[in-house]
């Protein structure tokens, strides 16, 4: 975002730069753990020593939305909770990805019940749904393989209508 | 079974025969007693030197749905000095559902009593903060009632808006 | 960013933040903050929310809120049959998720008087023994982690992934496995993960002597938690308070003792026991415990006898597959038993079982028919954090991540 943005035709030097900037980004994606159950233990244990998930460039699991990029849910969501992951996503810079993890955030998994939500989809734009109750880690690196390659395709100009309306105040 | 017909018999002479009921089915002892005498019994059961039940396991309740007493509350209770698990009973009949709390015996009935309110809606009369333990308090319903559907009813528990 | 609706509205929480019933510290009503540690915290274990009120760094009063993982379990129990239940029951304590499957189905057969066969019940205690191991592996890493030891939480899952390779092999999943049934335990257990297991627990003691050089003679560890969270043991027992918790104040209690099941009375253990209650003996008594649960391995594999893993009972064991696809009578058994359920005697029963949390009880109602009429879980985790406003008073904010950290609270199972 910001210099990069502004370029918006396709020319030798425009699309370089897109290949560049999208390298770096798919590279170093750092996932915010939105651990909330028993997904959240598969979470870590695919960030222990036997399923590395910093050779694929998550070297830091950031609890604070203010530095990542990727929210992986994890667990069930109840409508109380909704409201916090929501706030949280917020949060979260621009550009941002969600990853649904397990059963329970695709669909509601096995509760159907009176307090669970019947799938994240219902207020996050989902990126990539994963399936398994709980999913096994190489799962999980599946499914952040999928979203780096789905970084590795976007341009400059795909975030361009995100840009603030307060830069454009200040630039009259 | 000696330590069961030794709590039969000392129960029966502190707190009198008529008071009180005995049911001994599938390996559990359990008393039932009125609502109006439950908190004297209660006394009696953690201070009497013999019995001594200091520890409150759980407490619950049961909602028969066709039933004139609609509800039953049970408490979970253990003896260290006689390693032995207690049950007992009272049960609610009209509306409002009132009920002593038992938290001034026990200090563990607080939180039990108040996930007792939250999914039944039993009133708990003296106890010190008697509040919603899982639901939000906006809540309207009290879920574990029987009339209460599995499925929930849309809109009483509003979600976020989704972005665009 | 959206404004949070009304219905969640936190308007009873503040008033009893704000009772002032035990202020003793000066001008406390100067420069005091309201604070809230969210539920989503890297340290609290799941999605616990504490509102603190704070004057400079030392907590006057604390108030936790539950619920964010409220999936109403005990409603959906009561709308299935006992044999579908089981799957559920694995997510209660997501650490140590058989255990969880053993306690489970030991409660339902007493209530309808189902006996397991002998070999059946050995392997459940093997499996249930390597459980405690693997919920004690989270326990120590992720609280060493909390503390700043972060190297143990890498050290432990480590361990932790052995255990799983096991049950792997041997129930088919690793985590949630959902693998003992009513009359028994689903598979049998083969040569190979007999070996599998007897190589892990020959490397295990090293491992843990690895672990323990690590941070026992480390200054700022044992600092850090000496005399931090004492829990006196009249407040224990008043606070319904169990399992490790509980030992670590003094009192010798222990459901594999007191009321043995499954054959805990045929193999010889110790309960250890500290006496100060602070968290540097929870977390040494956590230690003791998975030593322990080794020596009781060590036994069940040299006792484990021959024979068969589901009883025999037409009525209400589900027959071997085999027989189900050739023969009239056991389908028909089959039929009826998945579709109408297992039928109970009328009455209530109530077991507990030693988790490696404290004592998870399974109050059980029927009325005959296949579904209960209420099911209560009666979790340890609940029990246990009641005492946690009690125990941050006082206290610094770093202090609260490791009172946290030793009463080990898992909100799958506190929240139900």
């Known amino acids: 975002m910001g210099l990069e943005a502004k370029l918006t035709q396709d020319g030798f030097v425009t699309t370089t730069i897109d290949a560049v900037v999208a390298w770096a980004r798919k590279s170093s994606v750092w996932p915010m753990p939105m651990g909330i159950s028993c997904c959240a233990i598969e979470m870590i244990a695919a960030a222990d020593p036997k399923y590395d998930i910093s050779r694929f460039g998550s070297e830091v699991m950031r609890f604070t939305p203010r530095q990542c990029d990727l929210m992986i849910v994890a667990g069930t969501v109840t409508y109380k909770m909704a409201q916090v992951v929501k706030r949280i996503y917020d949060q979260m810079p621009d550009p941002k990805w969600v990853i649904a993890m397990g059963a329970c955030t695709s669909s509601g998994g096995m509760y159907r019940s009176y307090s669970v939500v019947q799938g994240i989809d219902q207020f996050l734009p989902v990126d990539v749904y994963t399936a398994g109750c709980p999913p096994r880690p190489e799962n999980l690196l599946n499914a952040l393989i999928t979203i780096q390659e789905k970084i590795g395709k976007t341009r400059a100009r795909d975030f361009q209508d995100i840009i603030q309306p307060k830069t454009e105040i200040a630039n009259n | ?164 | 960013m959206e404004k949070i609706h009304n219905v969640y509205s936190d308007e009873k929480i503040y008033k009893k933040l704000l009772e002032d019933k035990n202020i003793t510290i000066e001008d406390a009503l100067d420069n005091e903050m309201v604070i809230n540690m969210g539920p989503q915290h890297p340290a609290t274990h799941g999605v616990l929310r504490i509102v603190l009120r704070l004057d400079g760094e030392t907590v006057v009063k604390a108030v936790p809120e539950l619920g964010y993982l409220h999936r109403g379990y005990e409603k959906m129990a009561e709308d299935m049959s006992f044999i579908e239940f089981i799957p559920h029951t694995d997510r209660l304590d997501y650490t140590a998720t058989l255990c969880n499957n053993v306690a489970y189905v030991l409660a339902v057969e007493k209530l309808a008087g189902i006996e397991a066969p002998k070999r059946a019940q050995w392997i459940r205690m093997i499996v249930a023994e390597l459980s405690r191991i693997a919920a004690h592996m989270v326990a120590i890493g992720t609280f060493a982690m909390d503390v700043g030891a972060v190297t143990m939480v890498m050290w432990t899952f480590r361990e932790r992934e052995r255990i799983q390779e096991i049950f792997d092999r041997l129930a088919g999943a690793r985590f949630t496995t959902s693998y003992t049934r009513l009359g028994g335990v689903a598979a049998d257990l083969d040569d190979v993960t007999l070996k599998l297991i007897r190589d892990f627990l020959d490397s295990f003691d090293k491992e843990l002597n690895d672990m323990d050089s690590l941070v026992l003679h480390n200054r700022i560890f044992i600092d850090r938690l000496e005399g931090v969270g004492i829990l006196s043991k009249a407040d224990a027992i008043a606070y319904g308070i169990t399992g490790p918790n509980l030992r670590a104040s003094g009192v010798e209690y222990d459901v594999r003792r007191a009321n043995p099941y499954l054959f805990y009375n045929e193999v010889d253990f110790k309960i250890p026991t500290y006496s100060e209650g602070d968290s540097l003996a929870r977390y040494f008594l956590r230690g003791d415990e998975v030593r322990e649960s080794v020596k009781i391995l060590y036994q069940c594999l040299d006792k484990i006898p021959q024979g068969e893993v589901m009883a025999n009972d037409p009525k209400k064991v589900l027959p071997p597959k085999t027989e189900i696809y050739s023969r009239m009578e056991e389908l028909i058994h089959d039929f009826m038993i998945i579709n109408y359920g297992i039928n109970p005697p009328v009455g209530d029963s109530f077991f507990s079982a030693e988790n490696p949390k404290g004592e998870l009880g399974f109050y059980i109602v029927s009325n005959g028919e296949g579904q209960p009429w209420k099911m209560k879980i009666r979790s340890p985790s609940f029990c246990n954090l009641q005492v946690l406003s009690k125990l941050c008073e006082g206290a610094m904010i770093s202090d609260v991540i490791a009172i946290i950290g030793s009463l080990d609270p898992v909100m799958g199972e506190a929240d139900k």
Request: charged residues 30%; negative net charge.
């Open chain 2, 1 to 164: 079974m000696e330590v069961k017909e030794l709590i039969i018999k000392k129960v029966k002479e502190g707190f009198g025969e008529t008071n009180v009921e005995v049911v001994d089915a599938l390996g559990d002892l359990s008393f039932t007693v009125s609502k109006d005498k439950l908190v004297e019994f209660a006394k009696f059961l953690k201070t009497n030197s013999d019995l001594e039940f200091i520890m409150c396991k759980d407490v619950t309740a049961i909602d028969w749905a066709t039933r004139k007493k609609r509800f039953t509350t049970v408490y979970h209770l253990y003896s260290f000095k006689l390693n032995f698990n207690l049950r007992v009973k009272a049960n609610l009949d009209e509306e409002p559902y009132q009920v002593d709390s038992v938290s001034s015996i026990w200090e563990s009935a607080n939180w039990y009593e108040r996930e007792t309110f939250d999914m039944y809606g039993i009133d708990f009369k003296n106890h010190p903060d008697l509040r919603r333990m899982y639901m939000p308090e906006g809540f309207q319903y009290y879920p574990l009632r029987k009339d209460f559907p599995v499925l929930g009813i849309p809109g009483s528990l509003p979600l976020p808006q989704k972005p665009e």
